[in-house]
């Protein structure tokens, strides 16, 4: 009996690894061409969307993914490659607004506040990218986030039959983004079971909501 229950939990583990590698290599292959890191090569999409997180790191400091986003998306905006930012992220309490702080600090950064529209809905990735669509009306966008969350969020966009391409913000040191690797490795699983297998529907969606693109 134990043996058998040995060679049960065995192949559990390796089924487990096996997709856990599968989907990984399957949503980067897939992406990879949709990724950009040249500004200069970056495609004519007027619309992006920047993907939320928290702007201080666990221990109180500034989070460097915050900040390379917000840097990524100003400069983009200066040379003139995009007109208008959906800024989606998490609103859970009166003091953990994500869409608010990146709008405070692109506002600083010389983005005016009418070329920004805030997502205070976008809990998970799945529903940043989908509201952008089925709430703000954008089916061509550029996604602005760190490079290893830009194929999840491009394989999304793909399966909504959003044309999006994505423009890697710089990545943190390794001792920073290591843990944001893990999990970001189980993220990608959980992605492409949310699509195919479970049906997996954004939290919140509700009433369309116009962008006004001042070209």
Same mark, same amino acid.
């Given at each position: 009996?134990?043996?058998?229950?040995?060679?049960?939990?065995?192949?559990?583990? +390796?089924?487990?690894?096996?997709?856990?590698?599968?989907?990984? $290599?399957?949503?980067?292959?897939?992406?990879?061409?949709? $990724?950009?890191?040249?500004?200069?090569?970056?495609?004519?999409?007027?619309?992006?969307?920047?993907?939320?997180?928290?702007?201080?790191?666990?221990?109180?400091?500034? #989070?460097?993914?915050?900040?390379?986003?917000?840097?990524?998306?100003?400069?983009?905006?200066?040379?003139?490659?995009?007109?208008?930012?959906?800024?989606?992220?998490? #609103?859970?309490?009166?003091?953990? #607004?994500?869409?608010?702080?990146?709008?405070?600090?692109?506002?600083?950064?010389?983005?005016?506040?009418?070329?920004?529209?805030?997502?205070?809905?976008?809990?998970?990735?799945?529903?940043?990218?989908?509201?952008?669509?089925?709430?703000?009306?954008?089916?061509?966008?550029? +996604?602005?986030?760190?490079?290893?969350?830009?194929?999840?969020?491009?394989?999304?966009?793909?399966?909504?039959?959003?044309?999006?391409?994505?423009?890697?913000?710089?990545?943190?040191?390794?001792?920073?983004?290591? %843990? $944001?690797?893990?999990?970001?490795?189980?993220?990608?699983?959980?992605?492409?079971?949310?699509?195919?297998?479970?049906?997996?529907?954004? %939290?919140?969606?509700?009433?369309?909501?116009?962008?006004?693109?001042?070209?």
């Amino acid at each position: 009996m134990m043996r058998w229950l040995k060679r049960i939990l065995l192949s559990l583990v +390796i089924l487990a690894v096996v997709l856990l590698v599968a989907c990984n $290599v399957w949503i980067v292959r897939s992406t990879e061409s949709k $990724v950009y890191s040249d500004q200069s090569k970056l495609p004519d999409h007027r619309v992006a969307l920047v993907l939320g997180t928290s702007h201080r790191s666990v221990g109180g400091g500034p #989070n460097p993914f915050f900040e390379y986003r917000i840097k990524t998306a100003a400069e983009l905006y200066k040379l003139g490659k995009i007109d208008h930012f959906i800024l989606s992220g998490d #609103n859970r309490t009166v003091f953990y #607004n994500e869409p608010n702080e990146m709008k405070k600090a692109l506002i600083k950064a010389g983005v005016p506040a009418t070329a920004i529209t805030l997502d205070f809905a976008g809990l998970r990735t799945l529903d940043s990218v989908v509201r952008s669509k089925e709430i703000f009306g954008q089916s061509k966008i550029t +996604i602005i986030t760190q490079s290893f969350h830009s194929y999840r969020a491009l394989f999304i966009s793909e399966y909504y039959d959003i044309d999006a391409v994505a423009m890697v913000a710089e990545d943190p040191e390794l001792d920073r983004t290591f %843990k $944001v690797l893990l999990r970001e490795y189980l993220a990608r699983t959980r992605a492409v079971l949310d699509l195919y297998l479970f049906k997996t529907a954004p %939290k919140h969606l509700g009433e369309k909501e116009k962008i006004n693109i001042a070209v």
